[in-house]
């Protein structure tokens, strides 16, 4: 069974920057593609940004230009670094995946890590 662990997130100020990480264990972690996604209190999950197993990249319109996904494949690791931050990225941070021949995430989620932006 896949275990996404997310950590990273804390309390900032607008303007400042986090980098979250999240760990995927039981699972070839460099044959996924991975998500990162948030969920604000009182609204639907978002997809945040993406990185395919080649390194391409794709970002909500939110937060292009300002946050940038990566990825480490030797340490089973996706990163999400979040520059420029606004109280409305305040949230609690995803992580999933997906093998792209099946489109199918992950069954299992993290616990995922807050992030409050104070204004």
């Known amino acids: 069974q896949v275990r996404l662990v997310e950590s990273g997130g804390g309390l900032v100020q607008a303007g400042g920057s986090l980098r979250l990480s999240c760990e995927a264990s039981g699972t070839v972690f460099s044959i996924n593609n991975m998500n990162w996604y948030r969920r604000a209190p009182g609204k639907q999950r978002e997809l945040v940004a993406g990185?395919?197993?080649?390194?391409?990249?794709t970002y909500a319109d939110s937060v292009k230009g300002r946050f940038i996904i990566s990825r480490d494949n030797a340490k089973n690791t996706v990163y999400l670094q979040m520059n420029s931050l606004k109280p409305e990225d305040t949230a609690v941070y995803y992580c999933?995946?997906?093998?792209?021949?099946?489109?199918?995430?992950?069954?299992?989620w993290g616990q995922g890590t807050q992030v409050t932006v104070s204004s």
């Open positions: 999933n995946g997906y093998r792209p021949v099946t489109g199918r995430l992950f069954d299992s």
């Open positions: 990185i395919t197993t080649g390194g391409s990249t």
